[in-house]
C-alpha cells in the first residue's frame, strides 16, 4: 500500500496516477477541506486526516509500505511565518512519528530547490550544497529547508527515508491552478502585457511524479536528490509560448531589478484587490536566482529523465484545449 499526503494537489495528483500505473495500492489522505474532484473516477482508498492531527496519520499509514510526504503550504506571498511553519516543519515531524510508529518501509519527501543553500552564479547547484534553514528568501523556503532536515535526520534513528527537491514544476492536468498553469492561460488570453528579464530552471510535472516513485525503489537511504528540468531565459520562455499558443509575446519588458522593486509592494495590491498573485518580490528573486542546476545525481542512481520544457509546454497548451480550459 502507498499513501500520498497532498494527493490532491498539482504535483501529488500526478504522483496517483503515476502509482496506479504501475500497478500499485493507493490511499490518499484528505482533509474534510480539500477539493476531491481531482481524484474523481481514480480507484483509491481515501481516508480523511491532516498532518497536524497525528492521531490521523497513524490511522492513514497503517499497513503502508510507502508513505509520499507531498502535503504543506506552498506560497509566494509574505504572511503568517508560524502558519507556514506549523504546516510544513511540524506537520512533516509528525509523518516522520507516524511512520515510525507504523513501521512504514519508506518515507519520500517532497522538499523544494529553495530548501537548499544558493551558491553564486556560476556555480552550478547540485546534492554537495546544505540546506539552509536561515534562508533570506522566505519562511516558506526555512520552513523547507528544516523539514528536509528533519526527514534526512530521521533516517539514522531508524527510518528509511529520503528526499527529492523539485526545481519549478509546470505541466499538464493541473485542475487546481498553480501560479505557473496560472501564467500559461494569462498569456493564451492576451492578458500578460509586460515581462523582465531573468531565468529559471522548469520540470515536469509527470517527470517529478516519476522520479518521486524511482526515489522510492531506488533511492538510498538519507540521501537527497534534485529533480531539475531544464534552465531556460524568460525571452525563451515567452517565445516557445508565444509558438504553441499563436498568441504574441507582450510588447514591453522591464528590468528584473525595477521588477522585484514593484514586487515589494505588489502582495500590498493583490490583497486589496483580492486577487489571485502573480508576480511578487519572491518571484522575481527566484527569476534573478542561480539556476543552473545539475540533475546528475538523479540521472545517475534513479534513472532519472525529464524531457524538454517545450514538449511540456506544448503538451499543456493541447491539455487546458482538452479540458476546455482555454
Not at 95 to 118: F, M, N, P, T
Not at 274 to 303: C, M, Q, V, W
Amino acid at each position: 500500500m502507498e499513501v500520498v499526503t497532498g494527493g490532491t494537489g498539482c504535483i501529488g495528483g500526478v504522483l496517483v496516477r503515476e502509482l496506479l500505473a504501475r500497478g500499485k495500492k493507493v490511499r490518499v489522505l484528505v482533509r474534510h477541506t480539500s477539493d476531491l474532484s481531482l481524484l474523481d473516477g481514480l480507484e483509491i482508498e481515501k481516508v480523511p486526516g491532516d498532518i497536524l492531527d497525528a492521531s490521523s496519520l497513524v490511522e492513514a499509514f497503517e499497513g503502508a509500505e510507502t508513505v509520499y510526504h507531498l502535503a504543506g503550504i506552498v506560497t509566494i506571498m509574505p504572511g503568517d511565518r508560524e502558519l507556514i511553519r506549523r504546516n510544513n516543519l511540524d506537520g512533516t515531524i509528525n509523518v516522520i512519528s507516524a511512520c515510525l510508529r507504523c513501521g512504514v518501509r519508506r518515507l519520500v519527501y517532497a522538499s523544494s530547490i529553495h530548501a537548499l543553500k544558493e551558491p553564486p552564479i556560476g556555480t552550478v547547484i547540485d546534492e554537495s550544497m546544505p540546506f539552509d534553514i536561515n534562508c533570506r528568501r522566505g519562511e516558506y523556503d526555512r520552513s523547507k529547508a528544516a523539514a528536509s532536515v528533519e526527514v534526512i535526520k530521521a533516517a539514522s534513528n531508524g527510518l528509511d527515508s529520503v528526499v527529492v527537491c523539485p526545481t519549478g514544476v509546470i505541466g499538464p492536468y493541473d485542475f487546481r491552478g498553480a501560479l505557473t498553469t496560472r501564467t500559461f492561460i494569462d498569456f493564451a488570453m492576451g492578458r500578460m502585457k509586460i515581462t523582465t528579464g531573468g531565468a529559471y530552471d522548469f520540470v515536469d510535472v509527470r517527470d517529478v511524479a516519476e522520479g518521486l516513485a524511482m526515489a522510492a525503489e531506488k533511492g538510498e537511504k538519507g540521501e537527497f536528490y534534485i529533480l531539475s528540468g531544464e534552465r531556460i531565459t524568460m525571452d525563451e520562455f515567452m517565445k516557445i509560448l508565444s509558438e504553441a499558443s499563436g498568441v504574441e509575446p507582450p510588447k514591453y519588458k522591464i528590468p528584473a531589478w525595477i521588477a522585484g522593486a514593484a514586487g515589494m509592494v505588489s502582495p500590498l495590491y493583490y490583497w486589496l484587490a483580492r486577487k489571485t498573485p502573480r508576480f511578487t518580490y519572491y518571484t522575481i528573486d527566484t527569476l534573478r536566482s542561480n539556476s543552473y542546476i545539475s540533475h546528475e545525481k538523479a540521472s545517475r542512481e534513479l534513472g532519472y529523465n525529464p524531457r524538454p520544457v517545450r514538449e511540456s509546454i506544448n503538451d499543456t497548451f493541447q491539455w487546458m484545449k482538452e479540458n476546455k480550459i482555454l
